[in-house]
């Protein structure tokens, strides 16, 4: 059964199981998992759980904002509707979790929490950028001349989940493409 896996300072302190196909959550009292929090919509982000029908089956996890005010982020970029996968981090209001697929162990979801910090680099103009270690691995696979497609593969990530850290690694680089990207981060010292 898939879990949400509620973090505080990165740490597990709750886990809610995924039981049925849709969950709400969201500020109203008949959210299927209620948050207490004013940046918080009554019915803010849906979660679906589907499982596919062939063999081998497998578990396919959507959420969705439901037009709140504040946003529903995963992995820090603003979404309407995205697959999950496993340790994808979801923020609602100041609420923040993970998602945990079943077949994955506690020992490996601290272990990726851990990896999962951000890193600082300084652009030499007094402005600091900030990549997770998931856009650092990333950024080394483009350097790499990886499609979208390999990238996704390697990681263990959908390729919509790929071209979200993209799209979030252009816009904290400033840039517009693959090499544009590649050419910064070795400016940076982030690639060699």
Not at 32 to 53: M, N
């Amino acid at each position: 059964m898939v879990e949400l896996a509620v973090l505080i300072d990165k740490v597990i302190v709750h886990k809610i199981s995924l039981d049925k196909e849709k969950s709400i959550i969201g500020r109203s009292k008949s959210a299927d998992i209620p948050i207490d929090d004013t940046r918080v919509s009554g019915q803010h982000a849906q979660i679906t759980c589907l499982t596919t029908s062939g063999k081998p089956r497998e578990i396919q996890v959507r959420i969705e904002d439901l037009n709140s005010t504040n946003g529903t982020f995963v992995n820090e970029t603003r979404i309407d509707t995205t697959y999950l996968n496993h340790n994808d981090s979801i923020r609602i209001g100041t609420t923040r979790f993970k998602i945990i697929f079943p077949h994955i162990n506690q020992t490996f979801i601290e272990a990726t929490m851990i990896e999962d910090t951000e890193q600082e680099i300084s652009d030499g103009k007094n402005k600091a950028i900030k990549l997770s270690f998931k856009e650092v691995q990333i950024l080394h696979l483009i350097n790499q001349s990886k499609k979208r497609k390999e990238i996704a593969r390697e990681l263990n990530l959908s390729v919509h989940t790929i071209s979200d850290y993209i799209k979030n690694i252009y816009k904290k680089l400033e840039v517009s493409s693959r090499h544009e990207a590649a050419e910064k981060a070795k400016r940076l010292g982030i690639l060699d």
